[in-house]
Every structure is written in structure tokens, then in C-alpha cells.
């Protein structure tokens, strides 16, 4: 069952990652690729690392925001990367 939001971490080239939120991740992915997204379109090309997906758009930009505090970046490494 797709879920309408979705929260993705994705691998960069350079060994950085980009934690994303979106409402359509084939969209959003494809926009990645194409360059249309600035902080990876000098990091290509990217690797889909996890997607989550939430019912609740309001939980789903809840866990983005907290994936990218420290403690979120922390919890990341230790879990999903």
C-alpha cells in the first residue's frame, strides 16, 4: 500500500546524504536526477538509501526535520545508514 507522503534519504557521491520529504517520490527522484535539486545536483549520481511513508503529512515532515537535527543524523547513522 503507497502512503501519500514520504520521507527518503538518499547517498550522494560525494558520501554526503540528503533526507527529503515529498508527496511523490518517483517525481521527486526523477528531479534529482535531472539536476533540479541544488544541493545534489553537483553529487550525482545519487543512491536510494530508505523512504518511509506516512498517512499523516504532519508526522511524516515531523520525522524529516527530526532526521536532520544532530540527534536525528546520529540516530540515522546508527540505523539506516
Known amino acids: 500500500m503507497k502512503l501519500p507522503y514520504a520521507v527518503y534519504i538518499l547517498k550522494c557521491s560525494d558520501n554526503t546524504y540528503y533526507t527529503g520529504f515529498t508527496t511523490d517520490i518517483e517525481k521527486r527522484l526523477i528531479a534529482h ?3 533540479e535539486v541544488h544541493y545534489t545536483k553537483s553529487r550525482l549520481p545519487l543512491k536510494l538509501v ?7 503529512k504532519q508526522n511524516a515532515y515531523d520525522f524529516e526535520r527530526y532526521l536532520k537535527s544532530g540527534s536525528g543524523i546520529a540516530f540515522r547513522n546508527k540505523r539506516f545508514i
Open 33 to 35: 536526477d535531472n539536476r
Open 50 to 56: 530508505n523512504l518511509f511513508q506516512f498517512e499523516s
